[in-house]
């Protein structure tokens, strides 16, 4: 069964179509990079993805359960989010945040349980940043920061993992980190979408891909064909020989 | 040793026929001292500055929210409260076990002799009481013949005046005036400019402030009493603003004031 | 790294407590320290709790560090509903009263972020600002029924200046209930508030409902904030400074920040009443003139610090 299924898929900004009748499914060990110009939707969609925003019509499937019926607890179990960029105006440890990561399997007045405890240093251990549990949060880099929050989003345990421009103002080293970690965890079975920027980074491990067309028509397939940059220079609207498409 | 000197104390002050007294208002004090009984003061309120020696008597705190631990401190066997004024004081100190005596606003001169009288009746002073009150009444001017004088007070900046329902409002008829804003049953409140005017004032009382900002005011010079220069500025403040027996003084110095030309 | 220091909390409010008992003229006679310095002491660690609480829930559930029921208008619209009530006759201890403090605040909170809603993004300045002028508005009618109501606009004139000057009992239980009840009630969905301090979205995605517990949070920071202002008239800063100052002592954890933020802020305006009685004796600085000295400050230090903090 896909981990994820888009049907029909309609929501439009006003006069606008950002996506028209948009369908595609994401199963186990799918690694998708969603790519567009700026205003396409690219974020937009991944918040209709999690019920978020809701969809004018067509639908969304989490493992099977439709998002429109779910409330946001049942929802937090079958998929989650990593957002682009997430100010905290409060020093949370980075365990602290972590741990947050647990709130829809854990009651919301009781301490953590054990169990949390280990779903959040494994998140820790996966995402390599066990030795900064307990700085906060305010005082990491951009990337370690970005990698915090992923493991907040792994210890919730979800099969769905969604990404919005998790690479956006990183540097080139732990871009590389980032793309290698989400395809490690796809490997392992999650199903992954993550919005980005450029399809060089794109190329370090997507396996399909969804890009942006004209009034809201989007076209989904591999990633080896898609990310092709005669493909994608129609996405753009650069020639296809500029070398930002490589 | 310590009881036996407080012992002493008590004797000492039964003997004399004294009182440990705490007055919360400037007017009480000075009636206190009127009476006689100044000594029997262990506090009064912070802005009781009447006769000089009331300085150097232990603060209280200001009449609205006195500090009720001070007084409680002072170990009064009365204190004397305005009842519009420290209704909730009153209430502390009595579950304290302190004894308030609280005494009605004065809404006129005559009220004044009351509270006189009730200050001198707690105080075990009724003869000086009456004395006092006696010699007050024979103060004040003899009543004015003819149209009193159309004087409007202002007892501060901002236009704060006094209405019908204030001891001042009958302070200045009994100096031969008549407030302008005497129908208004009030106390003291904050008369707009343009009523004033429209009043045309014969006098003007001003507690303060200067006479020349008054005159500079917007059309105040065709006002009736900047046309005849009976802007009053020369009266005592305080005692003209509190209602205790230097009023009396200044009710006397009022009538002399706006009846100069006649 | 950060220590916990959460110990330090009941420390100071074990501290401020004796301080406020032991402080005044009158030495330590019992009858002065039970009948006249603790039910004062006790509304001050009420009056504070409810505030400290409330600053910690209106910036937990805002993720806005500037947000307290003085600066957002809660305590204007209670202020507001409690003077219409004292002008109807109502009794403070009625539970008529309660509710009526409660609508109060209540609809003045939600006025004020609607306001900052309507600037498009809700940032912490518009929330600032939406506060101030749904304050202004409140305050101006709190003024207006001063002017008209000549006859008790003395006891009026007090209570809207803030203070502890003479608790009633039955307020006093009343308000201590109510502040209770609130905390309890926040520290049964800590989880959730810690959610909502990373954001609505956020919040979201982690499986919280943000309205639902938006609602939550503002029915529970209002209650707390009607029991302080039914008590104590209205004091700002406290639900500002207490929280700030309780992260550093012991994280931003919802978990402890509630409870943490109720005892220090009883412990805040319990030193700042007894200061103001002692201070300039025989002559009484209202507890909310000492916090206004303090706070006003201190506000503007986290104006600063935010600025630069996300420019």
């Known amino acids: 069964m896909p981990v994820l299924r888009a049907s029909g898929l309609s929501f439009s900004y006003g006069e606008r179509p950002l996506f028209s009748e948009l369908s595609f499914e994401l199963r186990p060990g799918d690694f998708m990079c969603v790519l567009g110009p700026n205003g396409s939707g690219k974020s937009t969609l991944l918040k209709l993805l999690t019920g978020y925003i809701r969809a004018a019509s067509g639908s969304v499937r989490l493992g099977g359960e439709e998002v429109s ?101 990183l540097d080139l080293r732990f871009k590389a980190e980032i793309m290698a970690l989400l395809s490690r965890l796809a490997a392992r079975g999650l199903a992954v ?23 809201g028509k989007w076209t989904f397939g591999p990633a080896a064909e898609l990310l092709r940059p005669e493909r994608l220079a129609g996405v753009y609207g650069v020639p296809p020989d500029s070398p930002l498409l490589a | ?27 009480y004090t000075e009636i206190i001292f009127a009476l006689g009984a100044g000594k029997d003061l262990v506090g009064v309120s912070n802005f009781c500055d009447y006769p000089p020696e009331a300085a150097k008597i232990q603060k209280t705190g200001d009449y609205l929210r006195p500090n009720v631990e001070k007084i409680y401190s002072l170990k009064p066997d009365l204190v004397f409260a305005g009842d519009w004024a420290s209704g909730t004081t009153a209430g502390q100190l009595s579950r304290l076990g302190v004894k308030v005596a609280l005494l009605p606003e004065e809404k006129s001169v005559a009220d004044i002799y009351r509270t006189i009288r009730l200050i001198a009746a707690r105080l075990d002073r009724r003869e000086e009481g009456e004395k006092l009150v006696k010699k007050l009444k024979a103060s004040l001017p003899p009543p004015p013949e003819g149209k009193p004088v159309r004087v409007y007070i202002e007892a501060d900046s901002g236009g704060w005046t006094a209405g019908g ?6 302070a200045v008829a009994k100096a031969g005036g008549a407030n302008v804003f005497g129908k208004e049953k009030r106390g003291y409140f904050q008369a707009d400019w343009e009523d004033v005017l429209l009043m045309d004032p014969q006098a003007v009382i001003l507690l303060s402030g200067t006479k020349k900002d008054f005159v500079s005011r917007p059309m105040a010079k065709d006002m009736a009493a900047v046309r005849s220069g009976l ?32 | 790294m950060r220590k916990n220091r959460f110990w330090f909390i009941p420390a100071a409010l074990a501290a401020a407590f004796l301080f406020s008992l032991a402080a005044g003229p009158a030495g330590f006679s019992p009858e002065i320290i039970w009948g006249l310095r603790l039910p004062r002491t006790l509304a001050a660690l009420v009056v504070g709790a409810g505030l400290g609480l409330a600053g910690a829930l209106f910036q937990g559930v805002l993720k806005n560090p500037l947000a307290d029921p003085y600066i957002m208008g809660t305590s204007a619209g209670a202020t507001a509903a409690a003077v219409l009530c004292f002008l109807a006759g109502v009794p403070r201890t009625s539970p008529l009263f309660f509710l009526a403090v409660f609508t ?14 309507l600037t498009g993004r809700l940032s912490d300045a518009a929330l ?11 305050t101006a009618l709190v003024m207006l029924s001063l002017s008209v109501a000549r006859e008790r606009a003395l006891s009026l004139f007090y209570f809207v200046l803030g203070g502890l000057y003479a608790p009633r009992s039955g307020v006093l239980a009343a308000s201590a209930l109510l502040a209770a009840l609130s905390g309890a009630a926040a520290l049964a969905r800590w989880r959730a508030l810690d959610a909502m301090a990373l954001g609505e979205e956020s919040a979201y995605h982690l499986g919280i409902d943000p309205r639902r517990e938006r609602l939550f949070f503002f029915v529970l920071g209002c209650a707390s904030t009607s029991a302080a202002v039914a008590l104590g008239g209205t004091i700002g800063f406290v639900g500002l400074m207490t929280p700030h100052i309780v992260r ?45 000295l303090a706070g006003a400050p201190f506000f503007m230090w986290l104006l600063w610090k935010s600025s630069r903090g996300r420019a």
């Not at chain 1, 980005?196 to 190329?203: F, N, Q, S």
């Not at chain 2, 329902?165 to 009958?170: G, P």
């Not at chain 3, 009883?266 to 002692?278: E, F, H, M, Q, V």
Request: hydrophobic share 50%; net charge positive.
């Open chain 1, 69 to 169: 019926a779910l409330g946001p607890g049942r929802l937090a179990r079958l998929a989650a989010y990593v957002a682009s960029e997430s100010s905290v105006p409060y020093d949370f440890s980075v365990m602290e945040t972590v741990l947050l990561g647990r709130t829809a399997r854990t009651g919301l007045w009781r301490g953590y349980s054990e169990g949390d405890g280990r779903a959040a240093a494994l998140a820790l251990r996966e995402t390599g940043i066990a030795a900064l549990a307990a700085r906060s949060i305010n005082t990491l880099s951009s990337g370690e920061r970005q990698l915090a929050f992923i493991a907040q989003a792994l210890a919730q345990e979800t099969r769905l993992l969604l990404l919005d421009e998790p690479t956006s103002h």
């Open chain 1, 193 to 215: 979408a993550a919005v980005l920027h450029e399809p060089g980074v794109a190329r370090l491990g997507c396996t399909r891909a969804l890009t942006a067309g004209a009034g």
């Open chain 2, 1 to 27: 040793m310590k009881y036996l000197a407080a012992l002493c104390l008590l004797f000492s002050a039964a003997a004399a026929n004294a009182a440990r007294v705490v007055s919360l208002m400037p007017s």
């Open chain 2, 165 to 170: 329902d204030s001891f001042l409002s009958d």
């Open chain 2, 231 to 262: 802007i009053i500025t020369g009266l005592d403040r305080d005692a003209f603003s509190r209602p205790g027996p230097r009023l009396f003084g200044e009710i006397k110095k009022l009538s002399g004031l706006l009846h100069a030309e006649k």
């Open chain 3, 104 to 117: 109060g605040a209540f609809g003045a909170t939600f006025l004020a972020y609607w306001l900052a809603r």
């Open chain 3, 128 to 138: 600032v600002l939406a506060g101030v002028a749904v304050s202004a508005f409140l």
């Open chain 3, 248 to 292: 550093l002592l012991s994280g931003p954890s919802s978990r402890t920040l509630v409870p943490a933020s109720a005892l220090g802020g009883a412990a805040l305006l319990c030193a700042a009443d007894a200061a103001g009685r002692t201070l300039f004796s025989p002559s009484e600085v209202p507890a909310g003139v000492v916090m206004a």
